[in-house]
């Protein structure tokens, strides 16, 4: 099969598209299957682990990857179950985290996984789970946020982002989304109640208060964003393999007795992915996809997300086929 594969850390070049072999599932294995990979999406983890970045290696190989096939969001077909599989059969469309996604085939877990909607497409299925389950699991697990609450998503045309505006208004808050001047009509189409033009103006300067603070990219921080939080307000930021300055700030907010900030990785969990395509069934998430590159432009896909300003997400689509 096609795989995009790099053997060594550094540049969008190194990466390359390889024959490999299929995985394979086994009647006596636990939970697994084999997909047939339509889509998957590249996230800012696949850069990081392609780039050699210092955290990356640590668990993915100090000199060299471990595993040589990123990718994890992936949206395909069933082709086939390990013997106590009962959730799924073969020819079923799914979606979810799998790792080694950016190739034809791959094995996963079912408890990664969940039925794509009828209606949603390979693509948009793609475009989900990384980014709607960080998303989700800010707003639900860490903030716990509540209906009537003030919610301000920084960052509300990115991957995470945009689904946390759709997320956070699916739990009746009230949203305020803060992006460029070129996003404000679609985020708001997204469901927010305002919009912020960070290039005009900073919210922090407005005198508005919020139960949460959602830095979408991590490029804010809790000392320039706690003025406006309320009494019990919580900032949050969302930069995966911990960014240079937000654990000193979150550490030093504790020193000083205010534990508002907090930070988390996103952790793919059962049940998850189940509710996410309840949404995109619901008609309440939907995903906005800049562009769709093929396999063999794998190297593009990533210096598009490296550039650090995808509208939405950027979909990689392994075959030729409609999606």
Known sequence: MKAAVYERYGPPEVLRIAE?????????????????VHSASVNPYDVWFRSGYLPARLTGGLSRPK???????????????????????????????????????VRGRTKYLAHIPEGVSFNEAAAVPTAALTALQALRDIAQIKSGQEVLVYGAS????????QLACHYGTE????TSTGNLGWVRDLGAHHVIDYTREDFAEQGERYDLVLD????????NSRSVLSEKGMYITEHILFPKYHPVQILLGSLLGDKRAKTHLAEAKEGDFDFLAERMAAGQLRPVIEKVYPLDEIAAAHRHVEDGHTRGKVVVAIRDQEN
Request: aromatic share 8%.
């Open 175 to 178: 949203v305020t989304a803060v």
């Open 216 to 223: 979408a990219v991590g490029k804010r921080t809790f000392f």
């Open 158 to 165: 990115g991957g995470i982002g945009h689904f946390a505006v």
């Open 67 to 105: 595993q040589p096939v990123l990718g994890i969001d992936v949206a395909g077909t069933v082709a086939a179950v390990s013997g106590n599989v009962t959730k799924f059969k073969p020819g079923d469309r799914v979606f979810g985290n799998v790792l080694g996604a950016h190739a034809g085939y």
């Open 20 to 36: 490999v072999d299929p995985p394979t599932v086994q009647p006596d294995e636990d939970e697994r299957v084999l997909i047939e």
